[in-house]
């Protein structure tokens, strides 16, 4: 590579990219850790990016019609902390940059969206922004529709590594983008033929243009170190009504010993290699250290947006009252006030009525009271609408002529509707809530550990909840996935019992703010069993007691979902022969464990009682710290569940078969007392 | 679609395929559930496949130089169910036809290996079989340049639907599979235009020729109803050293009312419907009745690859007797006599050396012992070779040029590597291994799950296993991953203390016939903690005794991995005060649990002793099971380790700052004594 020559061919650009390259490598060789190369390759589409075309003020990184920049090449995060440090974000200080990758800096091995505003998403695991990406360029569409062009208008930003596009999930994005024609989504390939192994040829040989053409896409490939042509690129880009892929040809650590190789994906700390790399960009001064008018130059790029900003907020005073006030509170992720009304509304019809439905279906009749009211909700399913009973008549469908639609067939990807359901979120405005088997959450588990992770409060509509799934068969059972997602922190995990817990669980993961939740329904009817309506969500506590002892309590049945009423069954048994049995529903096992002590030991009170626990799934779900552990009298308490795959066989049969009954659990109770 | 055309176009092969037809619609119809439109649709290219190409013999379904045949698209079973039945399969009887999806039927809704041997692969979560193919293919090409192909050449023939091909793991598998020029592997696309929700163009655009072209495949277009289209197509297919993708355009659930729509992909269980479809195939009898002639058409299909299954017996009875040994044994899943003596050896070296290594060191310093005997390891990395070790000096890059290499370069490609490791096991004469970082568990595991349901004894190299990551941060950091992989059912999850833990765990791993085996390793140094030399593998128990207490026993610390050294730190600290101190090592808690109750008591005795448990990962890994059962003393217990994500900084002080340390252990023990 000409160093050189791209210094003299435009010198100004050339400074204004170096300190990107410079403070990448400072800052790495000051933490000793990281990523140097990504960020010296892809230095001048950066730049280009942000001096020309990316809207955004520095000042006000979260104004909500910024440009989104996603840097799905996680690793490369020097690449963004440069940015916004040279820029002048007030987060990301030089005291930031040195402090890179330490213990309390906002300036993560990654980049990490809840300790700087300006970042967007989290990403590392790679893929993830890509597809994060198809969500922010849908809600921007979508918003467009709902609020008209004065007030939402931007584009969204990706780099984009060869590890990213060799991930799966890169295709389910590049599939959705494609099939939506998502115009102001565009996304840079830094295509710069390394991965940690070697050569890309040691394990791909695909024509990414090609394979980026076959789903529809615009495309152009073009030298990612001249400026001119990354601008006429973006141009073009900015022009398609396609999303749009530029392939550009770089050079991973452009300028050091180790470009174009391996070794300088990672760290490259070497001080004499540094200061020859230095040397050869024409890079004064001491290490984090950026000449003034290279500062200034980026400052100048970073207050850019700020009269389209401006201009922004006179038009957002100028909308309705209406209109803002609704705006606002999307983006302030406020529940409607009419949400809590309409849930005890719900209820209290249920009480009444008091159907027999699966609760897959009462999660619909939900819906259908909740979606009128709540515009900010995108609903959709991963190609098993009539089975997640996740559509409701008012949505309407989102597709190329109908941008107000805000139901999405997602098809069979499960992984990029949970990742995109992240991005809606995370671009603002949105609730999204997406379905598919709960088996399923296998697929899409990366993005829901990054939804927990990122604090995003998505709702992922598991169905099919457990062997309740019957003929089948166990590959579509879940056992084992209630102890994945409660082993994940920062994770609702319902489990309603009936129609009147799942308005309630759906009233608690609407007005979440900071933590996904994840409701297991079921495919098999189920009764009413709060037939006596309360005002008070009773799910919000995590359990609470669904019936109580007749007599003398010798029991406690802890049961969730489908089997409290097999817990319920249970009860009637053991009542009649005199054993007197407290039944408690556990729709959330996170929420009971989060009330104070004294209300847990109302519900489980210390000692005497035996206890059994009841749930068509594994015992290792979290079971052991109420059957154990919260002062059970040892050894006096049993589980009633799953101990291994399940079987093809209709459901039934198969509860009888793995034991899951009330009669077993009246066998357990009696060997226990 | 003009079936009367069909009919009389090609008489005798249109029996033979609607003899498919009239089995699924009727099992179907018989089970009231289930998929009847994919085989219907799919049933002209099964019998052309298998008439005329498929190297099979149904009276030996595992012979192993057989073609493979697996049916990505694992709904449509009664595809593979009727055909084995028409073939005289002696497993598939009329019988089990009849109960299909019921309770202890071999004909499980999916398609399971386990339970019929002429079944490849378990099926059913979409894109996995296509992957798996990857693998069978691979193993076929290794298999045949380590012993020539007068015993090894077949070809892996698929079939994949819509689904399969818009999972994001097909792209990783297609990838694969265009990199290493897979030319026996040959896979038809049932283009049906169709998924549950409705058209593919709802949800999907992609141009699925040009797609698989971007990656190197051989690519033709037929019409799936045309038997000699069919036929040329394979034909070409199987002359062609490229993978080759069949798009073949089919009507699913053809000549039903039903054809062509979403409602056709399910349960067609109307009963005129049926009667006016077998109608119009002109289809005699009555359910489950095959005309005589037909199904002694398909006898005779079954037993075509007769002689070329005794002709392959004859050669191989003819190659020499080291060679046929090695390959029994490996078939047979036996590990080398030479195994367990190499691993005594090897842990006789690390206790007398006392290397202080990071266990993902250890696991590379014992396959280095255990590559050179077992030919039949193939070993592999999702890109992070040089961080998984997963390398060793023996065994050379499997490539287009060097089939023989054992060690393959998967990419940044988690899932699909998983997926393939498994068909690599399932082929049959591999032991397969492959690594990642533990947190990309996520990504992989679909396919690790069905490693467990499948009984599929692949090893998943998992490294960089805590916090002890360190700088990358919490997207790196795995903190619930353990907890997922002893969630699962049929799973070994090992996290060895130290090298000689390391290498027990291998052993354990690599004799294993039907059970998967994920190896936590750190990324950290840890010291050798075995120092004396047993020759016994007490990993095998799951625990034991490290350190008895010197005095009097107050105290019980059971740990895992990296934190066993924390262990024996307090343990010094607490018998310095006088408190007898026993640390129990539990590199495996699955293998601990299958003890007898005797041993666990030994090395867990109930009630007197306090115990703390110790792992960097959240409690609900298992823990409550040894801390509150196990007759422990009620309310004496507590755990040091996580209960949220991790953070970014160096791995040292992230042990500190989540206060993983010996201190923080002897404050527990102290305010529980």
Partial sequence: ?????????????????????????????????????????????????????????VSAPNWPDRDRFILSAGHGSMLIYSLLYLMGDSQVTLDQIKNFRQMGALTAGHPENFLIDAVETTTGPLGQGIANAVGFAMAEEIQRA???????????????????????????????????????????????????????ELSDRTNQVNRFRASGWHVQEIDGHDPEAIDEA???????KRPSMIACKTHIAIGHAAQDTSKGHGALTDAEQLAAAKELYGW?????????????????????????????????????????????????????????????????????????VATRKSSEMALAAINPIMPETVGGSADLTGSNNTKTEDLGIFDTNNRKGRYIYWGIR?????????GMALHGGMRPYGGTFFCFTDYARPSMRLAALSKI????????????????????????????????????????????????????????????????LTRQNLPTLRTEHKLKNLTAQGAYVLADAEGDRQAILIATGSEVSVAM????LLEAEGIGTRVVSMPCMELFAAQDETYRRKILPPGKSVRVGIE???????????????RARAGKSDFVGMDSFGASAPAGELFEKFGITAANVVKKVKALL
Same sequence: chains 1, 2.
């Fill in 569 to 572: 069954e249970a009860k009637k």
């Fill in 284 to 356: 004064p001064g001491d290490a984090y250290e950026v000449p003034a008018d290279v500062k200034s130059q980026w400052e100048a790029i970073g207050s850019r947006g700020a009269a389209e900003r401006e201009a922004w907020e006179a038009r957002f005073a100028d909308a309705g009252s209406g209109k803002r006030a609704r705006f606002e509170r999307a983006y302030a992720l406020e529940a409607p006030r009419k949400l809590s009304a309409t849930i005890r509304n719900l209820k209290k019809q249920i009480s009444e009525e008091q159907p027999s």
């Fill in 146 to 200: 709902q609020y008209g062009r004065k007030l939402v208008d931007h584009k969204t930003y990706v780099i984009a590594g060869d590890g990213c596009l060799m991930e799966g999930i890169s295709q389910e994005a590049i599939g959705l983008a494609g099939r939506h024609s998502l115009g102001n989504l565009i996304v840079f390939w830094d295509n710069n033929n390394i991965t940690i192994d070697g050569s890309v």
């Fill in 457 to 520: 409060p998505t709702v992922f509509v598991m169905t099919h909840d457990s062997i309740g799934v019957g003929e089948d068969g166990p590959t579509h059972q879940p056992v084992e996935h209630l102890a994945i997602c409660r082993a994940t922190p920062n994770t609702y995990v319902f489990r309603p019992a009936d129609s009147v817990e799942t308005a309630e669980s759906w009233e608690i993961a609407l007005t979440s703010k900071e933590t996904p939740s994840v409701l297991a």
């Fill in 234 to 240: 973006i141009e073009a880009a900015k022009k398609t």
């Fill in 616 to 630: 068509a799934a594994v015992r290792a779900g979290g079971w052991d710290q109420w059957l154990l552990g919260e």
């Fill in 1 to 57: 590579m000409d160093i050189v020559a791209l210094r003299e061919k435009n010198p100004e650009h050339w400074m204004k990219s170096t300190a990107i390259r410079a403070l990448a490598l400072d800052a790495v060789a000051g933490a000793n850790s990281g990523h140097s190369g990504m960020p010296m390759g892809m230095a001048d589409v950066a730049t280009v990016l942000f001096e020309k075309h990316m809207k955004f003020d």
């Fill in 414 to 422: 499960e992984h990029g509707m949970a990742a995109a359901m992240n």
